[in-house]
């Protein structure tokens, strides 16, 4: 049972508009979640991230929004740039269980973000 | 410059033999992590390490192991146990402290035949 699910296999935006990509959960005991990006024969990178406290965070061009209630999360990119062509992983933590490291940060299947010049 | 570094990037094995997967850091991380992604698949915790001489199992850790002597180094070793190990093993660290994120290395592309 996926607790963490990215239900967009891939999302297709014409540079320079805004591209939104979207993660649902279904653990209400998660507190953080966190947006991963990735290249193709790379590791992941980390992008930015929300505790359940919040329910914006903002970061250049990415911000991420959190409603607790629908249990949804999303990343909007904007503008968005040939460079940000990549999977997109959501990925959320039960701080409780946390203890200071991320071992059981769970994460969703990923979205592959082409952007089109 | 300090990072993850996992060696080799792409290994071939064949059927029956253990192999082990190198992972690195310099960035005096006391939390180090093992993960496996699949095509289409989000990336799934195989061990985990929170200090040198500790680890524990994390979801899918049938068929593998791990060792942390030193808290620089988290080598990962696919067993003959392992039922389907041609994957992408990518390997992360953390600075341990609540809500910091993952760093991680570039991958270790494994195909067993």
């Known amino acids: 049972d996926q607790q963490v699910k990215q239900n967009s296999p891939s999302l297709s935006v014409q540079e320079g508009r805004i591209s939104i990509l979207n993660c649902d959960y279904t653990n209400s005991m998660f507190d953080y979640f966190l947006w991963y990006k990735k290249y193709p024969a790379e590791g992941p990178t980390f992008l930015i991230s929300?505790?359940?406290?919040?329910d914006k965070n903002e970061d250049g061009r990415f911000t991420v929004f959190l409603n607790k209630s629908a249990k949804h999360l999303s990343l909007h990119i904007v503008p968005s740039q040939p460079g940000d062509s990549a999977v997109y992983f959501c990925?959320?933590?039960?701080?409780?269980?946390?203890?200071?490291?991320?071992?059981?940060?769970?994460f969703g299947k990923g979205t592959k973000l082409s952007v089109k010049p | 410059d300090g990072g993850i570094t996992q060696s080799p990037k792409y290994l071939f094995r064949k059927e029956g033999q253990n192999v082990t997967l190198s992972c690195e850091q310099n960035?005096?991380?006391?939390?180090m992590y093992w993960y496996r992604q699949d095509p289409g698949q989000g990336l799934r915790l195989i061990y985990y390490?929170?200090?040198?001489?500790?680890?524990q199992k994390g979801d899918i850790a049938e068929g593998y192991s791990v060792s942390r002597e030193k808290k620089e180094s988290f080598p990962l070793t696919v067993t003959s146990a392992q039922k389907n190990p041609t994957a992408f093993y990518l390997c992360a660290s953390s600075s341990g402290t609540a809500g910091s994120p993952l760093h991680f290395g570039n991958g270790t592309r494994l195909t067993v035949t």
């Open positions: 929300i505790s359940s406290i919040k």
């Open positions: 960035l005096n991380h006391d939390a």
């Open positions: 990925a959320a933590s039960t701080i409780p269980n946390y203890g200071g490291s991320q071992g059981n940060l769970i």
């Open positions: 390490s929170q200090i040198v001489n500790d680890f």
